[in-house]
């Protein structure tokens, strides 16, 4: 059984499209996240909710817009793609931020 | 907020050697701090973590320290082998309790 399951794993798309990307885990966790990996690796903290609620949005562009129907999803809608849009995007959960984070495989953006 | 610093970027080391990563936080109030290895392609999975109450952990051939008056923590692999080969993260929780802020990471080759 996967924990953390986002798909799709591989999406590309022209500028200016919207897409999404989604996150489920079926680990019972109550806080879940979204980092993006750029192409120097860094993995850096985008969005944080805690039991749907939102908790950190971390200097992220307006048109990133996190959506989290219930505790066990949490979506990534991306409006008006740009070039710069392109990476690595792991949704990640967690039963709280002092335990172990389980990432799910990733999703490779690539923005032409 | 949380800032993590971590060193060296890359690291070349002979199989049977040992290797060390080390990393700073910047806030004393941070009191979990897990060490991530992400293979090629692959998502981060944790190897090993540490909390502020303890000095030392040991696993196998991996065991991490924690020096919470200089605020830094570093990971130890022993006997490397060339399957260790990966990028490392260090990671540190942010004091609200909301979110794992990454170090940038260390890429680890170990040649046979």
């Known amino acids: 059984d996967t924990a953390v399951s986002q798909t799709p794993k591989y999406l590309v798309t022209q500028m200016g499209n919207d897409k999404s990307i989604k996150c489920e885990q079926n680990l019972g966790h109550d806080t879940m996240y979204w980092y993006k990996q750029d192409s120097k690796k860094f993995l850096k903290i985008m969005f944080s909710y805690n039991n749907k609620e939102l908790i950190i949005n971390e200097t992220v562009p307006n048109r990133f817009s996190p959506k989290s129907p219930d505790k066990a999803h949490l979506n990534l809608h991306i409006n008006s793609l740009e070039l710069g849009d392109s990476a690595v995007y792991f949704c990640?959960?967690?039963?709280?931020?002092?335990?172990?984070?389980?990432f799910g495989q990733g999703t490779r953006l690539t923005v032409v | 907020g949380e800032n993590v610093e971590q060193h060296p970027s890359t690291l070349s080391v002979q199989e049977g050697d040992s290797a060390v990563i080390k990393c700073t936080y910047s806030?004393?109030?941070?009191?979990?701090f897990p060490w991530y290895k992400q293979e090629l392609g692959k998502r981060p999975q944790l190897i090993i973590d540490i909390r502020s109450n303890v000095g030392e952990k040991k696993d196998q051939r991996i065991a991490v320290t924690l020096n919470k008056t200089a605020k830094h923590f570093s990971l130890h692999i022993t006997e490397t082998q060339p399957e260790d080969s990966a990028v490392y993260f260090c990671?540190?929780?942010?004091?609200?309790?909301?979110?794992?802020?990454f170090g940038k990471g260390t890429t680890l080759s170990v040649s046979s």
């Open positions: 990640a959960s967690s039963r709280d931020s002092n335990t172990e984070a389980f």
């Open positions: 990671a540190a929780s942010n004091p609200a309790g909301t979110a794992l802020i």
């Open positions: 806030d004393s109030a941070s009191n979990y």
